[in-house]
T-cell receptor
Framework: KQEVTQIPAALSVPEGENLVLNCSFT??????LQWFRQDPGKGLTSLLL?????REQTSGRLNASLDKSSGRSTLYIAASQPGDSATYLC???????????FGRGTSLIVHP | GAGVSQSPSNKVTEKGKDVELRCDPI?????LYWYRQSLGQGLEFLIY????????KSGLPSDRFSAERTGGSVSTLTIQRTQQEDSAVYLC?????????????????FGPGTRLTVL
């Protein structure tokens, strides 16, 4: 059974810092890995999707990397802003399932 | 509509009562998913509908939980005889065709969720 762990659980940083969120998974036979953002009272918004054949994806100030062999992914946020404050969720698709396994998320606060 | 909508946004009920949660998927999306997010926990899959196929109910935690999807569109998640451990945010998502994201139509779009509190 796939298990997904996200570290840290919570993070508070001053505006402008570069930061790294970590996601690890136990079964390396994954198809896709997806990073989501969740704002309070709102649904999940997809940030980046990395397919199993890819090593990284970039969108603006966000960069996500994937190392299947070690069972890890990182989400790098450059020059953080208060608007980045949210919970970031990692979701892994594995075993041929169309249903992802989610981590518990990292709650990020970026203060001015 | 423009996105997935869910109602009510908040529901407070007493232990033992039945509740119904509603999800309106994006028009034309054939796949619909229900998830539960308990405090401090990751999203937990509950049930998946795809077109006219039999739903995947493998994530339902007990027989008190059921869901239906009428006319291939709106879905209702029903929880009977609610317990305090049912308190959570219930999220609905839809996708154009189901399947894996990264493949055409596999991307899931999430609603804002219903926060259920069982007293």
């Amino acid at each position: 059974k796939q298990e997904v762990t996200q570290i840290p659980a919570a993070l508070s940083v001053p505006e402008g810092e570069n930061l790294v969120l970590n996601c690890s998974f136990t079964d390396s036979a994954i198809y896709n890995l997806q990073w989501f953002r969740q704002d309070p009272g709102k649904g999940l918004t997809s940030l980046l999707l990395i397919q199993s054949s890819q090593r990284e994806q970039t969108s603006g100030r966000l960069n996500a990397s994937l190392d299947k062999s070690s069972g890890r992914s990182t989400l790098y946020i450059a020059a953080s802003q208060p608007g980045d404050s949210a919970t970031y969720l990692c979701a892994v698709y594995s075993g041929g399932s169309y249903i992802p396994t989610f981590g518990r998320g990292t709650s990020l606060i970026v203060h001015p | 509509g423009a996105g997935v909508s869910q109602s009510p946004s908040n529901k407070v009920t007493e232990k033992g009562k039945d509740v119904e949660l509603r999800c309106d998927p994006i028009s034309g999306h054939t796949a619909l998913y229900w998830y539960r997010q308990s405090l401090g926990q990751g999203l937990e899959f509950l049930i998946y509908f795809q077109g006219n196929s039999a739903p995947d109910k493998s994530g339902l935690p007990s027989d008190r939980f059921s869901a239906e999807r009428t006319g291939g569109s709106v879905s209702t998640l029903t929880i009977q005889r609610t317990q305090q451990e049912d308190s959570a945010v219930y999220l609905c998502a839809s996708s154009l065709t189901g399947g894996l994201p990264g493949l055409a139509g596999g991307q899931q779009f999430f609603g804002p969720g219903t926060r259920l509190t069982v007293l």
